[in-house]
């Protein structure tokens, strides 16, 4: 069973993976543009994917390349295909809970041997900018809390130079202005039409699902396509899940799993082992919405079947959905008549 721990950082797995799936020149001229609960000042460019939902979104936008001649400029030090990912999302973590998570992460998901923290600082209780990568290669990530729980981040993969990737980062995450209302604190949750014998942990704020046989399913969301490309998913789930559960990443296999996907109904199935234990992350693209819902699943012996069963009784907002009912009589019940994991399973979830 996952701990409280485990439960309460799997928030920010989801959330991390908005920009951290992205990640795989100060002097630029910014200009303010309004945001769902939020303003920012951001270099103009061209917007090459946005979803603006109010409680997780993400807004990319290539900026101009170095032409032949600007390569030749050694103060010029534009990256062959420069670009700034922004990204918000409710998290539920504290400021420096947070901020660790999300260097660590990061560090465990960027390609090279060299990688390292290269420039970090707070320049204010609310903004925080850490310059991450090898020496030439750096990616610079800015973010400000607007509340507890509720980040707007900046990726920013602009310049070759550590200094400017920090300062434009800067920048960008010091003008945010936060106004949030209750559409940024919106809780969305997937369409669900369980197997029998799957109950609800009503307190959780993600969706949390279980069996008296010892399954689990935690189901949240990201913003974009996380579908998109199968093998990074994988490289930064791995990073993450590292971070999260201390395992080394050596440690962590990840395989893709065939999913009966279609053009009408995108998802993905990912095998996760860790430390002996094993379980399965299935996904599913909700294109009206601009989110993709993740489910991790973790049973005793869990099966491919019993993944892509579950996977398949997940869907969309708005779609067809059965509530389960709540987990807490049947598990008091369980432990009255002497289920010692019952009994351990409502102690951990605090019922």
Same mark, same amino acid.
């Given at each position: 069973?996952?701990?409280?721990?485990?439960?309460?950082? #799997?928030?920010?797995?989801?959330? $991390?993976?908005?920009?951290?799936?992205?990640?795989?020149?100060?002097?630029?001229? &910014?200009?303010?543009?309004?945001? %769902?609960?939020?303003?920012?000042? &951001? %270099?103009?460019?061209?917007?090459?994917? $946005?979803?603006?939902?109010?409680?997780?979104?993400?807004?990319?936008?290539?900026?101009?390349?170095?032409? #032949?001649?600007?390569?030749?400029? %050694?103060?010029?030090?534009?990256?062959?295909?420069?670009?700034?990912?922004?990204?918000?999302?409710?998290?539920?973590?504290?400021?420096?809970?947070?901020?660790?998570?999300?260097?660590?992460?990061?560090?465990?998901?960027?390609?090279?041997?060299?990688?390292?923290?290269?420039?970090?600082?707070?320049?204010?209780?609310?903004?925080?900018?850490?310059?991450?990568?090898?020496?030439?290669?750096?990616?610079?990530?800015?973010?400000?809390?607007?509340?507890?729980?509720?980040?707007?981040?900046?990726?920013?993969?602009?310049?070759?130079?550590?200094?400017?990737?920090?300062?434009?980062?800067?920048?960008?995450?010091?003008?945010?202005?936060?106004? +949030?209302?209750?559409?940024?604190?919106?809780?969305?949750?997937?369409?669900?039409?369980?197997?029998?014998?799957?109950?609800?942990?009503?307190?959780?704020?993600?969706?949390?699902?279980?069996?008296?046989?010892?399954?689990?399913?935690?189901?949240?969301?990201?913003?974009?396509?996380?579908?998109?490309?199968?093998?990074?998913?994988?490289?930064?789930?791995?990073?993450l899940l590292s971070e999260v559960t201390g395992v080394p990443v050596a440690q962590i296999r990840i395989?893709?799993?065939?999913?009966?996907?279609?053009?009408?109904?995108?998802?993905? +199935? +990912?095998?996760?082992?860790?430390?002996?234990? $094993?379980?399965?992350?299935?996904?599913?693209?909700?294109?009206?919405?601009?989110?993709?819902?993740?489910?991790?699943?973790?049973?005793?012996?869990?099966?491919?079947?019993?993944?892509?069963?579950?996977?398949?009784s997940l869907g969309c907002p708005g779609e067809p959905s059965e509530e389960p009912r709540d987990a807490?009589?049947?598990?008091?019940?369980?432990?009255?008549?002497?289920?010692?994991?019952?009994?351990?399973? &409502?102690?951990?979830?605090?019922?």
């Open positions: 069973m996952m701990s409280r721990h485990g439960r309460h950082v #799997v928030r920010f797995l989801f959330a $991390s993976l908005t920009w951290c799936a992205s990640a795989v020149g100060g002097a630029e001229e &910014l200009k303010r543009q309004q945001f %769902p609960g939020f303003s920012i000042k &951001l %270099p103009e460019g061209k917007v090459v994917g $946005s979803s603006q939902v109010a409680f997780a979104g993400r807004h990319e936008v290539r900026l101009p390349e170095p032409g #032949v001649l600007d390569n030749l400029n %050694p103060l010029d030090h534009r990256v062959s295909a420069p670009r700034i990912v922004l990204s918000w999302a409710q998290h539920g973590l504290d400021d420096d809970e947070y901020n660790a998570l999300l260097r660590g992460a990061l560090l465990k998901s960027l390609p090279g041997n060299d990688v390292r923290v290269l420039k970090e600082n707070a320049p204010s209780p609310d903004v925080h900018v850490v310059v991450l990568g090898q020496p030439g290669l750096p990616i610079a990530f800015g973010t400000r809390r607007c509340e507890r729980g509720f980040n707007v981040s900046v990726m920013v993969a602009v310049s070759k130079d550590v200094d400017e990737e920090f300062v434009l980062a800067k920048r960008i995450a010091e003008s945010i202005r936060c106004a +949030l209302t209750d559409a940024n604190r919106r809780r969305l949750e997937a369409a669900t039409r369980l197997p029998a014998g799957f109950v609800r942990v009503m307190h959780e704020p993600v969706p949390t699902y279980l069996t008296l046989s010892g399954e689990h399913l935690v189901v949240n969301f990201t913003a974009g396509n996380q579908l998109r490309d199968s093998q990074t998913l994988s490289v930064v789930f791995k990073g395989s893709v799993v065939a999913t009966k996907s279609t053009p009408e109904r995108q998802t993905g +199935l +990912l095998y996760v082992m860790a430390a002996g234990d $094993s379980g399965y992350v299935g996904a599913l693209w909700c294109p009206k919405i601009g989110v993709t819902f993740m489910g991790i699943y973790t049973a005793p012996a869990p099966t491919q079947s019993r993944a892509a069963e579950l996977l398949d807490k009589p049947l598990f008091e019940a369980s432990c009255k008549d002497g289920d010692a994991d019952a009994c351990t399973t &409502l102690k951990q979830h605090s019922f």
